[in-house]
């Protein structure tokens, strides 16, 4: 069965900072719903552009894109690696037959939007949530993936083409941190995945090698930039932390006159990744290996770290 005619776009870079990580090669894969050309060979993806904030006009190709079925152990798989729990909004983009959506809303009672551009698609969507007894959770809309708002989902599924994965990117990223995104086998090129996993799928009707890989990334707050402030039982004491960010991944400059004495500053730096707004570091070049947290609440930075004279909380504003 083939779906009808889908947009293909290309994908946009994000800066890429000094922690940019290298960029995997991609292939065509499969598309919405576990279609995808099957006879496609490797196609590469340019790299991100340091600077490129802005999403890239669309191209104006379009590709015919075959409807392959996700198989179930996939599903659910992809649903675990989300931590799909009571209290999300599930999104699907490109969903098939509905079985991601449908899945969601039996195992977890979670209220879903599956989005497909094939009618015929939504219609067999609807009447199987129906046969599962879950069509006042799990909704599907005839609609451009592109078209759709993101901003209310906490989880969102994808199994997509690469080039479709990398023009979301920025819509992405966009959201709000804390935003799950699983995508069955395809990747976001230099936006690392937090957690991937590589399943057998004897059931699988694309692929020579009967198996499937999923990637998971939670969106990041943007702290990049710099931070003054104070931290606790130092009034007198000047804070100011440099942040360079390269999507999850962060580098640390700590600047702190606290328990150095006068005219003296405390020098450390830190690599770690954010997971959504919370952050686990450890300050090196300080006497010895200070450990230290926050969480990004907008344009404020809160958390602990210790010193000599126990934990101390600290907080800092961003100023540039």
Not at 37 to 48: K, L, T
Not at 231 to 242: F, K, Q, Y
Not at 289 to 309: I, N, S
């Amino acid at each position: 069965m083939r779906a009808d005619r889908r947009r293909l776009l290309a994908g946009t870079g994000l800066a890429g900072l000094a922690l940019a990580a290298g960029l995997p090669g991609c292939a065509l894969s499969a598309g919405p719903g576990g279609a995808g050309p099957g006879s496609a060979g490797p196609a590469q993806v340019a790299p991100a552009t340091p600077g490129a904030g802005a999403p890239q006009p669309p191209p104006q190709a379009l590709e015919e894109v075959p409807y392959v079925q996700t198989p179930d152990v996939i599903v659910d798989a992809m649903l675990d690696l989300a931590e799909v729990k009571r209290g999300d909004i599930l999104l699907d983009l490109g969903s098939g037959d509905g079985r991601v959506v449908i899945r969601a809303a039996t195992r977890f009672q979670v209220p879903g939007l599956g989005v497909e551009i094939d009618p015929r698609l939504v219609e067999l969507s609807r009447d199987r949530a129906r046969q599962a007894g879950v069509s006042a959770l799990a909704r599907f809309e005839t609609q451009d993936l592109f078209e759709t708002d993101l901003s209310k989902a906490t989880v969102i599924t994808l199994y997509l083409l690469p080039d479709v994965n990398l023009a979301l990117r920025p819509r992405l990223l966009a959201l709000a941190p804390g935003t799950r995104i699983v995508s069955h086998d395809w990747d976001m090129a230099d936006w690392l995945p937090d957690r991937s996993l590589v399943l057998p799928a004897p059931g699988k009707p694309v692929g020579l090698r009967k198996e499937s890989q999923m990637h998971r990334w939670t969106v990041p707050a943007m702290i990049g930039g710099i931070w003054l402030g104070r931290v606790e039982g130092s009034p007198e004491a000047e804070l100011e932390i440099r942040i360079v960010q390269q999507f999850q991944r962060i580098g640390l400059h700590w600047r702190s006159s606290a328990d150095t004495g006068r005219g003296r500053s405390m020098l450390a730096s830190a690599d770690t990744r954010l997971a959504g707004t919370q952050a686990r570091f450890r300050l090196e070049g300080t006497q010895g290996l200070q450990a230290a947290t926050f969480t990004a609440r907008g344009e404020r930075l809160e958390g602990t770290v210790q010193t000599a004279a126990g934990e101390r909380r600290w907080w800092a504003r961003r100023v540039r």
